[in-house]
C-alpha cells in the first residue's frame, strides 16, 4: 500500500509540475511574442487538400484569397469530381478571378494515406520552392504567411503553426475548441520547451528542396501522420522544427459528440503506434485523474488532506486552464463544458488504447507499428486513375 501511495504522490506532482510549466510557458510563449519583422519574403505556395464540405468552409477558403503578402498562390486539390466541395472552390474562384488561385481534380495513388495522395499533384505543380501546407479548416488572417515565415532560420526544416479552435458550435464542437484551445496547446507548447518538437500538419511551411532530400511527402505516403513523421525526418537531416509565436485559427463550426469522440479515438490510436511513449503517459493528464492522484499520494495524512488534495487540484487546473485561454483571447471557460471535457478524455484513451483500426473522412486504414497505416480497401484505391486537371 505504501509504495502505490509513493508512485501516485509522484505522478501527481510530476503533472503538476506539467501542468504549471505548460500554462506559464504557453502564457509567455503567445503575450511576449515580438512584432513580425521579415527580412525577406519568398513567393510561396499554399497546398489547400480538400475532401467534403467543412463547417466554415467558403468562409474559410476565402480568407486565403485575401493575405496581405507579395507573392504566392494557392492550389485547391480535391480527388474526386464528385466530392461537394469542388462546387464550393468553383463558385469562390468566379467571385475572385484574379486571384492568384486554381483548382486541381484528381490524385495520384502513391501510399495509403489520402491526404498524402491528394497533395501529391499540386506539390509537383507548385510555382515556387516555399510549400505551405493548410488543412480546410484553419482560417487565415491576412498575415497568415508572415507568421509562418516568421520562425524561419537556416538551420529550421519545416515550420509548424500553434494552433487555436475558434467558433465551437453543438456539443462537439465546443468540446473541441476547449480541448484544443487548452490540452492541445498546452502539450505543443511543453514538447517545445523540452526540445521534442513535433509538427501539426494543419498548417506547415518547408522547402520543397529541403523535403527532397529525404524523398518529399511521397517517402511518408504509408504513415498515419505524415505530419509528424515530416518533423522526424527533418531532424534526422540536422534541421529544427519552429512554431509560430501566434496561433493559427481553426475554424470548428457544428460538431456532434460523436464527431468529437471519433476524431480524438482516431488521433490517440494513431498516437499509440507512431509515439507510444506520449500515448502511454498521456491518459494520467486529466484533472479528474490527476485529482484522484494526488488523493491516494496523500491519503496515508488523513481523509481531510487527500479530499484537500483533491480539490485543490481542481481548482488549480481550471486556473490554469483558464490563463492559457486568456492568452490565446480564447473563450471563456464554462465549468461544466470544463468538468465534461475533463471526465470524457481518460475514457476517450481507453477507447483507443483498444482501437487499431480507423476510419479518416471515408478511408478505412488499418494501423501499423510505428504510425504506418495499412488501406483496408487497397486494392480498391490501386485501381483508380487521374481525373483530369480542372483549372477554372
Given at each position: 500500500?505504501?509504495?502505490?501511495?509513493?508512485?501516485?504522490?509522484?505522478?501527481?506532482?510530476?503533472?503538476?509540475?506539467?501542468?504549471?510549466?505548460?500554462?506559464?510557458?504557453?502564457?509567455?510563449?503567445?503575450?511576449?511574442?515580438?512584432?513580425?519583422?521579415?527580412?525577406?519574403?519568398?513567393?510561396?505556395?499554399?497546398?489547400?487538400?480538400?475532401?467534403?464540405?467543412?463547417?466554415?468552409?467558403?468562409?474559410?477558403?476565402?480568407?486565403?484569397?485575401?493575405?496581405?503578402?507579395?507573392?504566392?498562390?494557392?492550389?485547391?486539390?480535391?480527388?474526386?469530381?464528385?466530392?461537394?466541395?469542388?462546387?464550393?472552390?468553383?463558385?469562390?474562384?468566379?467571385?475572385?478571378?484574379?486571384?492568384?488561385?486554381?483548382?486541381?481534380?484528381?490524385?495520384?495513388?502513391?501510399?495509403?494515406?489520402?491526404?498524402?495522395?491528394?497533395?501529391?499533384?499540386?506539390l509537383d505543380m507548385a510555382s515556387y520552392d516555399q510549400i505551405l501546407i493548410s488543412d480546410?479548416?484553419?482560417?487565415?488572417?491576412?498575415?497568415?504567411?508572415?507568421?509562418?515565415?516568421?520562425?524561419?532560420?537556416?538551420?529550421?526544416g519545416v515550420v509548424t503553426g500553434l494552433r487555436r479552435g475558434r467558433e465551437g458550435q453543438g456539443l462537439g464542437g465546443r468540446l473541441e475548441e476547449l480541448h484544443i484551445n487548452c490540452f492541445y496547446i498546452r502539450w505543443q507548447l511543453l514538447a517545445q520547451l523540452f526540445r521534442m518538437d513535433f509538427v501539426i500538419g494543419s498548417s506547415m511551411l518547408f522547402r520543397k528542396s529541403f523535403a527532397d532530400k529525404f524523398g518529399g511527402l511521397r517517402a511518408l505516403a504509408d504513415h498515419g501522420s505524415e505530419d509528424y513523421a515530416f518533423g522526424l525526418a527533418t531532424k534526422r537531416h540536422g534541421k529544427k522544427v519552429g512554431m509560430t509565436r501566434t496561433p493559427v485559427t481553426q475554424y470548428i463550426g457544428e460538431k456532434s459528440l460523436s464527431e468529437f469522440w471519433q476524431r480524438h479515438r482516431r488521433w490517440s490510436a494513431l498516437r499509440k503506434y507512431a509515439a507510444p511513449g506520449v500515448f502511454?503517459?498521456?491518459?494520467?493528464?486529466?484533472?479528474?485523474?490527476?485529482?484522484?492522484?494526488?488523493?491516494?499520494?496523500?491519503?496515508?495524512?488523513?481523509?481531510?488532506?487527500?479530499?484537500?488534495?483533491?480539490?485543490?487540484?481542481?481548482?488549480?487546473?481550471?486556473?490554469?486552464?483558464?490563463?492559457?485561454?486568456?492568452?490565446i483571447e480564447g473563450a471563456k471557460l464554462d465549468p461544466v463544458l470544463w468538468l465534461l471535457k475533463e471526465f470524457l478524455l481518460p475514457l476517450n484513451w481507453l477507447h483507443a488504447a483498444f482501437s487499431r483500426h480507423i476510419n479518416w473522412r471515408g478511408n478505412k486504414l488499418k494501423?501499423?507499428?510505428?504510425?504506418?497505416?495499412?488501406?483496408?480497401?487497397?486494392?480498391?484505391?490501386?485501381?483508380?486513375?487521374?481525373?483530369p486537371v480542372t483549372d477554372p
Open positions: 500500500m505504501i509504495w502505490i501511495q509513493t508512485a501516485a504522490l509522484c505522478l501527481w506532482l510530476l503533472n503538476l509540475v506539467l501542468l504549471l510549466s505548460g500554462s506559464v510557458w504557453a502564457w509567455w510563449w503567445v503575450r511576449k511574442a515580438p512584432p513580425v519583422d521579415l527580412i525577406d519574403q519568398p513567393p510561396v505556395s499554399i497546398l489547400k487538400p480538400l475532401k467534403g464540405v467543412d463547417p466554415g468552409l467558403e468562409s474559410s477558403l476565402e480568407s486565403f484569397l485575401n493575405l496581405e503578402y507579395p507573392k504566392y498562390e494557392v492550389i485547391f486539390s480535391i480527388a474526386d469530381a464528385r466530392d461537394p466541395a469542388v462546387k464550393v472552390v468553383t463558385e469562390l474562384l468566379s467571385r475572385y478571378p484574379n486571384a492568384p488561385a486554381r483548382l486541381i481534380i484528381g490524385e495520384e495513388i502513391v501510399g495509403a494515406n489520402p491526404k498524402v495522395n491528394n497533395l501529391i499533384r499540386p480546410s479548416y484553419i482560417r487565415a488572417s491576412p498575415d497568415y504567411i508572415q507568421h509562418l515565415l516568421q520562425p524561419s532560420r537556416p538551420n529550421v502511454y503517459i498521456e491518459w494520467q493528464h486529466s484533472m479528474f485523474i490527476v485529482a484522484a492522484l494526488g488523493g491516494i499520494g496523500l491519503a496515508k495524512f488523513g481523509p481531510g488532506c487527500s479530499l484537500f488534495a483533491a480539490l485543490a487540484t481542481a481548482l488549480l487546473w481550471m486556473l490554469c486552464d483558464m490563463s492559457v485561454l486568456k492568452a494501423i501499423q507499428s510505428g504510425g504506418w497505416v495499412q488501406a483496408i480497401d487497397a486494392h480498391e484505391a490501386a485501381n483508380q486513375s487521374w481525373v
